[in-house]
């Protein structure tokens, strides 16, 4: 004889209701905001959601958490982030003229 098993009851599904804002934390001296507000702009078109801008202060950012600005980086690490930022640059077909540190 086969055992019996107690029903299953259906789950009771709750409507979730998503926001369709995006808040964009950007600094306007960042190249990385520069380079990458095309494509970030593209996909919140392409999803139809509004984007809520909150510009930041990098140097607020550094003060509390104990990071370093990028003056302040090894010489090592400057030369790394050059050739990063012309690497992304040269893919996103950005029109940056000079990307110094």
Not at 31 to 39: E, Q, S
């Amino acid at each position: 004889m086969a055992a019996s098993y107690p029903r299953r009851r259906r789950a009771q599904t709750k409507k979730i209701v998503v926001s369709r804002n995006i808040d964009d934390y950007f600094s306007m001296h960042s190249p990385w905001a520069y380079i990458g507000h095309v494509p970030f702009m593209e996909i919140a078109h392409r999803n139809d959601v509004k984007v809520i801008y909150k510009p930041i202060s990098l140097s607020d950012v550094f003060a509390e958490t104990g990071g370093l600005p990028v003056t302040k980086h090894h010489p090592a690490r400057l030369s790394y982030r050059i050739l990063e930022l012309h690497r992304w640059r040269d893919m996103r077909a950005s029109e940056i003229l000079a990307i110094r540190c």
